[in-house]
C-alpha cells in the first residue's frame, strides 16, 4: 500500500503513473487549502476526520463534514479540496487495485462497479479506523489497518442487496448496472437538494423516461425521488440550524423552502421537535460541545495532525 501526504496548501495529482500501480493509495491531507487531484480512474473511500472538505466527482461538487463517508466510483477527474483547519483521509485504488484487495484480503466476489457511490454517516468506530490507518500509513505499516476500514465500508455496500434485487432486470448484473444508475442520481440529489429539480432532468440523468425514472426509483428505495428531496432539504436545514447564524427563514429558503410555514410543519414531522427549539438547543458553548468528544478519539486526531506535519520522504507523486 502506497502513501501520500498533503499538508497546509500543498497539492498532490494522481495521474496515469499512479495508475499503473496495482496497490492501494492513503491520501492523508492536512491543514487549509490542500488540493488533491484525480486525472485518473480511481475509485475510493473519503473520509474527513476534522472540518470539511469539498468533493467534485461524476461532475458534482459536495461537501462533506466530519462524521461523513463518501465513496466514489471509478472515475477519472476526481478533486478534494480541505476547508479550514481540516483533517481528511482517502483510501483509493485503480478497478485492478480494489479487485486484488478484495480478492487477496477479504475472498469476496468482485462485481462490476465494485465500488457503488454513496454516502454514509461515519460512526465513532469507522473513524477510529480511519485515525489508526492514517498513524499507520506515515510508518508504512498501512495494509493491516486498512482492513478494518474496508470491511466497515464493505458491510454498509452490503445493505444495498435488497435495494439492488428491487430493481427491474433479468440478471443480477444487470439490476445492480440500473441500481447504479439510480444511485448516481440520488447522490446528485443530495448534493444538490437545495436546488429547484425537476424529474424529467432526473430522469435524463438516469437515461429512463420521467414515468419509469420514478417506478425504478420507488421500487429500488421504497420511496419516490421527491420525497427523498424533501428529505434531504430537511437534514440540510438542521445542519445549518446547527452550525449557521443565519436566520430561520434564511436557513429556509437555503435548504429549497420557498414557503417557511410548509418547511415548519414538515421540519417538525421529521424531527420531532421545532426549529426554534433546535437552534436554542444548538446554542450551547463550545466548550460544552468539546467535552463531550470522546477523550480517545480526540487524542487520536491531535496526534494524526502532528503526523501530517512531519518531515515526509518525497511524495510519491506530483
Known sequence: MLYQSI?????????????????????????????????????????????????VASGTESELNTGE????????GVQAIGRGNALWLALLGTRLAWRSALRERFDVPTPEPLLLP???????????????????????????????????????QAKFGAAIH???GRTY???????????????????????????ETLARMASYSPWHFIRAFRAAYQETPHAYLV????LRARRLLRTSPLAISEIALASGFENRCAFSRLFRERFGITAHALRRQSALPVALSQARRPDAEHRAIFATRAATQRQFPEPLFS
Open 69 to 76: 463517508l463518501r465513496v466514489s466510483e471509478c472515475e477519472p
Open 231 to 234: 428529505d434531504q432539504r430537511l
Open 7 to 55: 499538508v497546509d496548501g500543498a497539492s498532490a495529482t494522481l495521474d496515469s503513473r499512479a495508475a499503473e500501480s496495482d496497490q492501494l493509495i492513503v491520501a492523508v491531507g492536512g491543514g487549509r487549502g490542500c488540493v488533491l487531484r484525480v486525472d485518473a480512474a480511481f475509485a475510493g473511500m473519503w473520509i474527513p476526520l476534522r472540518g470539511r472538505m469539498q468533493l
Open 166 to 168: 428491487r430493481c427491474p
Open 173 to 199: 448484473a444487470h439490476r445492480r448496472q440500473v441500481f447504479l444508475r439510480l444511485q448516481r442520481v440520488r447522490n446528485y440529489l443530495a448534493a444538490n437538494c437545495h436546488l429547484d429539480l425537476d424529474n
Open 118 to 156: 454513496a454516502r454514509y454517516a461515519a460512526d465513532v468506530s469507522v473513524r477510529r479506523h480511519t485515525v489508526v490507518l492514517a498513524r499507520a500509513a506515515a510508518h508504512e505499516r498501512s495494509d493491516a489497518s486498512a482492513v478494518a476500514l474496508i470491511e466497515s465500508v464493505l458491510g454498509m
